[in-house]
C-alpha cells in the first residue's frame, strides 16, 4: 500500500507542541507496512477551540487551512480522536460555499484515528509488540462516540503478548476535559477526571492507554497530582515500545 498510496500526517497541536513522541511512534508503526507518511508543514489546528465557543467565522479560517494541507492526499491520519472528529464538522462550516462543502467531504471521506486506519484500511490487529505490563483502557468520547472507534484499539491491545488488559469501570465516561469545558466548568471538569482516576485506580493497572492526549493529558495531571505511580501512554507508544521490545 505504501507504495501507490499517499498517507499524511495530522499530528494535532498537543501532539506537536507536547507529545511529539506519538507523532514518531505512529510513523515509525506505519513505516513496518510500507507507509510512508507525509507531513504538510502548513498544517494548523483543527478549528475545534473556536468551533466548541461559537466562533464559527474563526473556525473556517483554519478549517480551510487544514483542507488545503490535506487536498492532494489519499489518506489522512492522526493520534487524535477528537481531532478527526472536528474534521467532521468541516461540511456544517461550509454549508454555504459548495466548493468548500465538497472539499470538506471529501477530506472527511479520508480521515482515520491512527487505530481506525491500521485495522480498518491496513488489516492490521497484530504489530508483534510485546508489553508484558498490566493495562487498562479509556476510550475517548469524541473518538467512540464521533467516530465509532471502539473494537479498533481493543483489537489492538488484546494482540499484544505478555499484556494482562483490564477493563476500566465506567470506561465511557468523560474524563471532564472537553476542551474549552475544562477552562469554563473547572469545578465540574476537576471532580469528573477525579472520578475518572479512581476508576483507574480500581484496575490496579500499571499503565494507563488511550486514543487522545487531551483526554490522556488530563487524566494523568490528575494521577500525578495524587502521587499515583500510574504510566499513562497512547495506543501508538505503547504499541511501538512493545515492537522495539519483541
Known amino acids: 500500500m505504501g507504495c501507490s498510496m499517499k498517507v499524511s500526517l495530522f499530528i494535532t497541536c498537543l501532539s506537536d507542541a507536547i507529545y511529539p513522541r506519538v507523532g514518531e511512534a505512529m510513523v515509525r508503526l506505519l513505516a513496518r507496512y510500507g507507509v510512508m507518511v507525509e507531513f504538510p508543514s502548513v498544517q494548523t489546528c483543527c478549528g475545534q477551540p473556536a468551533f466548541n465557543s461559537g466562533y464559527w467565522k474563526e473556525a473556517r479560517v483554519t478549517a480551510r487551512t487544514i483542507i488545503e494541507s490535506f487536498e492532494d492526499c489519499d489518506f489522512v491520519i492522526s493520534p487524535s480522536g477528537s481531532c478527526t472528529g472536528m ?108 472520578e475518572k482516576s479512581d476508576h483507574v485506580k480500581e484496575t490496579e493497572a500499571e499503565v494507563l492507554v488511550g486514543l487522545d492526549m487531551a483526554c490522556l493529558l488530563n487524566i494523568a495531571g490528575n494521577l500525578r497530582y495524587r502521587n499515583e505511580p500510574v504510566r499513562v501512554m497512547h495506543l501508538a507508544e505503547l504499541l511501538y515500545e512493545g515492537v522495539k521490545q519483541a
Do not use: W
Request: charged fraction near 20%.
Open 87 to 194: 474534521i467532521h464538522h468541516y461540511p456544517k462550516l461550509f454549508e454555504e460555499d459548495p466548493v468548500m462543502h465538497e472539499k470538506a467531504l471529501k477530506l472527511q471521506s479520508k480521515s482515520y484515528e491512527f487505530s481506525q486506519f491500521l485495522v480498518n484500511v491496513l488489516g492490521v490487529t497484530d504489530v508483534g509488540a510485546t508489553f508484558a505490563h498490566k493495562v487498562t483502557y479509556h476510550p475517548s468520547c469524541h473518538g467512540s462516540r464521533l467516530l465509532g472507534v471502539k473494537e479498533e484499539p481493543l483489537a489492538l491491545i488484546n494482540h499484544v503478548k505478555g499484556l494482562e488488559f483490564v477493563p476500566l469501570p465506567f470506561a465511557e465516561d468523560c474524563c471532564g476535559f472537553g476542551g474549552t469545558f475544562a477552562v469554563k466548568m473547572p469545578e465540574i471538569s476537576g471532580a469528573m477526571v477525579t
